[in-house]
């Protein structure tokens, strides 16, 4: 009988530590590489994920490398948050999307949009808190997220969005340039910016999709950036601010473009803390 109870005992015990080992992994933290968060005509979309240590849900980031939408991966140009985000307890997914010339706007902010659904559909497997979804981007991807989440308003849009040195407004950084760069043109599929483009060019302006109920924006930009006109922040808070939204413009002084051409300079680095302490502030 003594040994029928010990024998019962063990096979209780036994019978639980699946269940243990299942959830030790699940609490545990994951670097993720290459998951497929859509497919469009053939074409794979991937990311790349940090998930935290423990329970969950966790503040989240999705992110939105840069290169002119003509280059750029993953990995490049954006990958300077993933340290600073993952050491403030964020899950964050790092994403590639169509890129042009191939694809021509709006596959992009499509993908965008795409990877958005993705992290919200899959928030129970990933940790994630899908009323605190941040979109950061920068340069190409700076614009890409001001687009996005300028449309994304309501209880399905994103909490909050970061952009760094994007573009805002195409007509009057087209004005500014001398001349478009060849990459604007490669974007839209158009040979020149003039009276039959523009249109083009004003559907593509997150600037235009502002309203009182846009989420909030941190825009953070170079003062001395020499390829997005830094006129481009100033202008978007401020049309921000004045259809009743929220934003915050951080200026890097002396700045170029580039958070690859700011990390060797210490004068330039305390943006990292300024742009987790935002988000702390405005996903809590």
Same mark, same amino acid.
């Given at each position: 009988?003594?040994?029928?109870?010990?024998?019962?005992?063990?096979?209780?015990?036994?019978? #639980?530590? @699946?269940?243990?080992?299942? =959830?030790?992994?699940?609490?545990?933290?994951?670097? $993720?590489?290459?998951? *497929?968060? !859509?497919?469009?005509?053939?074409?794979?979309?991937?990311?790349?994920?940090?998930?935290?240590?423990?329970?969950?849900?966790?503040?989240?980031?999705?992110?939105?490398?840069?290169?002119?939408?003509?280059?750029?991966?993953?990995?490049?140009?954006?990958?300077?948050?993933?340290?600073?985000?993952?050491?403030?307890?964020?899950?964050?997914?790092?994403?590639?999307?169509?890129?042009?010339?191939?694809?021509?706007?709006?596959?992009?902010?499509?993908?965008?949009?795409?990877?958005?659904?993705?992290?919200?559909?899959?928030?129970?497997?990933?940790? #994630?808190? @899908?009323?605190?979804?941040? =979109?950061?981007?920068?340069?190409?991807?700076?614009? $890409?997220?001001?687009? *996005?989440? !300028?449309?994304?308003?309501?209880?399905?849009?994103?909490?909050?969005?970061?952009?760094?040195?994007?573009?805002?407004?195409?007509?009057?950084?087209?004005?500014?340039?001398?001349?478009?760069?060849?990459?604007?043109?490669?974007?839209?599929?158009?040979?020149?910016?003039?009276?039959?483009?523009?249109?083009?060019?004003?559907?593509?302006?997150?600037?235009?999709?502002?309203?009182?109920?846009?989420?909030?924006?941190?825009?953070?930009?170079?003062?001395?950036?020499?390829?997005?006109?830094?006129?481009?922040?100033?202008?978007?808070?401020?049309?921000?601010?004045?259809?009743?939204?929220?934003?915050?413009?951080?200026?890097?002084?002396?700045?170029?473009?580039?958070?690859?051409?700011?990390?060797?300079?210490?004068?330039?680095?305390?943006?990292?803390?300024?742009?987790?302490?935002?988000?702390?502030?405005?996903?809590?």
């Amino acid at each position: 009988m003594k040994n029928h109870r010990i024998l019962s005992r063990v096979v209780r015990v036994l019978g #639980v530590l @699946p269940i243990i080992v299942v =959830l030790s992994l699940h609490a545990r933290a994951a670097e $993720l590489k290459d998951v *497929v968060y !859509a497919a469009v005509n053939g074409v794979r979309l991937t990311l790349d994920a940090h998930v935290p240590d423990g329970a969950g849900p966790f503040p989240t980031a999705i992110l939105v490398h840069g290169g002119g939408w003509v280059a750029g991966d993953k990995q490049e140009y954006i990958n300077y948050l993933f340290r600073p985000l993952t050491d403030a307890g964020f899950a964050w997914f790092s994403i590639n999307y169509r890129l042009a010339p191939q694809y021509r706007f709006p596959a992009a902010a499509d993908d965008v949009e795409q990877a958005v659904r993705y992290v919200r559909a899959n928030a129970a497997k990933y940790k #994630v808190n @899908p009323r605190r979804i941040a =979109l950061i981007g920068e340069s190409a991807g700076g614009h $890409l997220v001001s687009y *996005v989440g !300028a449309r994304s308003q309501g209880p399905s849009g994103v909490a909050a969005v970061v952009s760094l040195y994007g573009i805002h407004d195409f007509i009057t950084a087209c004005q500014a340039w001398k001349p478009v760069p060849t990459e604007v043109l490669q974007l839209f599929g158009i040979s020149a910016v003039d009276a039959t483009t523009a249109s083009v060019l004003v559907k593509a302006s997150p600037v235009v999709y502002i309203t009182r109920e846009s989420p909030p924006f941190l825009l953070m930009h170079g003062s001395k950036d020499e390829d997005v006109p830094y006129g481009q922040s100033v202008e978007m808070c401020d049309q921000m601010k004045q259809a009743g939204a929220r934003c915050e413009l951080i200026t890097i002084d002396g700045a170029p473009h580039g958070m690859d051409h700011w990390e060797p300079h210490p004068e330039f680095l305390w943006y990292k803390k300024a742009l987790v302490d935002w988000l702390q502030k405005t996903l809590k």
